[in-house]
């Protein structure tokens, strides 16, 4: 299941996210997918003017490879295309420029580490 969290629900996740380079921000909204009751993976958006922004995403390595990135990446992009935003941005690392790529998102910028990608809906 995945519903909206708190911040404060991230905290436990920052250190292992940090290793991956992610950035958690207290302004981001995240949502959290959870198993049995748990937060297992959390995910994060956040609105702007004129597009939106996916942030930090994190599965708990036990749990990957299981469709939970996806699940997360599909429920943020029906949330903002519901809220009639067209342009997403996110910055990706080595883990998820495949994904994006293969789903439709354009690189915008490339960087040493990382690379920016849009998707226009």
């Known amino acids: 299941m995945i519903k909206n969290i708190k911040y404060s629900d991230t905290i436990p996740f920052h250190k292992q996210g940090r290793k991956h380079k992610l950035i958690f921000h207290e302004y981001t909204n995240y949502i959290g ?3 049995d009751e748990k937060i297992i993976a959390i995910a994060g958006y956040q609105i702007l003017k004129d597009k939106a922004i996916l942030r930090s995403s994190f599965i708990s390595p036990e749990f990957r490879k299981q469709g939970i990135y996806r699940a997360l990446t599909n429920w943020r992009l029906a949330f903002l295309e519901n809220k009639d935003i067209k342009n997403i941005e996110l ?14 998102a354009k690189i915008i910028k490339q960087f ?3 690379t920016k990608v849009k998707y226009t809906l």
């Open 91 to 104: 910055t990706c690392t080595s883990m998820s420029i495949k994904y994006h790529l293969k789903n439709g």
């Open 112 to 114: 040493k580490n990382f």
């Open 33 to 35: 997918y959870f198993r």
